[in-house]
């Protein structure tokens, strides 16, 4: 029997369904997908049902696709923060599609349902538009509630970094609140951010990047002549150490609903990733009690 195929219900379900297991995924990853990414990333996995369309393919092309469609839509939702951060966002989404695919697929073979098609290694199944998105939209609410029973599976709920360096550098980070953070400015007692270096070099100048590779390398060269240099003593496991520290003019955290606005902030950078490499920055108590505080309504 031949299967049709409503091309708008087809993208327009992908697409809702997609926003949602995004989401859910952000939440069981630890991971930040604002409302525009995963938006972004719906887009994405909607049009990569379209394979579904298009004449059968090899079984190794056909799964070098599914991998691939799924790499852009981890990529477009989340961003680039490190390979470990990009597959643990990655598999979740590909296990939340596959309990759903294996939900559908229950609810065909047990109800009796036709219209079921396996095509390019993608499964469609003749349920209503409406049903779904219900389904879906039930997985996300019951996961959400299942996480504020029992507390988010990551180390720390993550928060959204961006900052200006002195000179205009800009960056963009994944950032953990950290309760035992005690870094400290020696130099007028400013709030501190520790971030990695190598998982935001990709977002600094030529000269930025080649002071701090040549710093940690143990050459002594000047500055860039825009930083604000200062050293700042660290205590850790490996010893003793001064990391640099630039001055940022500008910094703002975004978790949830809450916004966090700061000035003149010291940045130090480390030479290693941070927490596994699954968070860019980290910062301390301490900030938090001096910045200003408000809903994210009231920022914009």
């Known amino acids: 029997m031949k299967t049709v ?18 989401r859910a995924a952000a939440k069981l990853a630890g991971a930040v997908c604002p409302p525009a990414r995963a938006l972004a990333g719906a887009g994405v996995a909607a049009a990569s049902t379209l394979i579904l369309l298009a004449p059968a393919l090899p079984g190794p092309l056909s799964l070098l696709y599914k991998l691939g469609s799924a790499a852009l839509v ?74 504020l029973l029992f507390g988010p599976p990551a180390d720390g709920e993550p928060w959204r970094l961006w900052l200006e360096l002195a000179g205009g550098a800009r960056l963009e980070a994944q950032a953990l609140y950290d309760t035992g953070f005690f870094l400290r400015d020696p130099l007028g007692g400013r709030q501190t951010l520790l971030v990695s ?84 920055a980290l910062f301390g108590r301490e900030f938090l009690a001096g910045e200003t505080e408000r809903r994210r309504s009231m920022c914009t």
């Open 197 to 280: 270096w190598p998982a935001v070099k990709g977002q600094l100048g030529a000269a930025w990047n080649a002071w701090l590779e040549a710093y940690f390398r143990g050459d002594i060269l000047p500055p860039p002549p825009e930083a604000a240099l200062r050293l700042v003593p660290c205590a850790g496991a490996a010893g003793s150490r001064a990391l640099p520290g630039f001055l940022a003019g500008n910094v703002r955290l975004e978790c949830g609903q809450r916004t966090l606005l700061a000035r003149n902030v010291t940045v130090v950078f480390a030479p290693e990733p941070l927490r596994g490499g699954q968070f860019q």
């Open 74 to 147: 981890t990529l477009a939702a989340f961003g680039w923060h490190g390979a470990r951060n990009f597959l643990r966002a990655g598999l979740w989404f590909f296990l939340l599609n596959l309990g759903l695919a294996g939900l559908c697929l229950l609810g065909a073979t047990r109800g009796g349902m036709d219209g079921m098609r396996v095509h390019n290694l993608t499964v469609y199944v003749d349920l209503s538009p409406l049903t779904l998105v219900l389904a879906v939209l039930g997985m996300y609410l019951a996961l959400r509630l299942i996480l």
């Open 5 to 22: 195929v409503y091309l708008d219900v087809l993208l327009v379900t992908n697409f809702l369904a997609g926003y949602f297991l995004l």
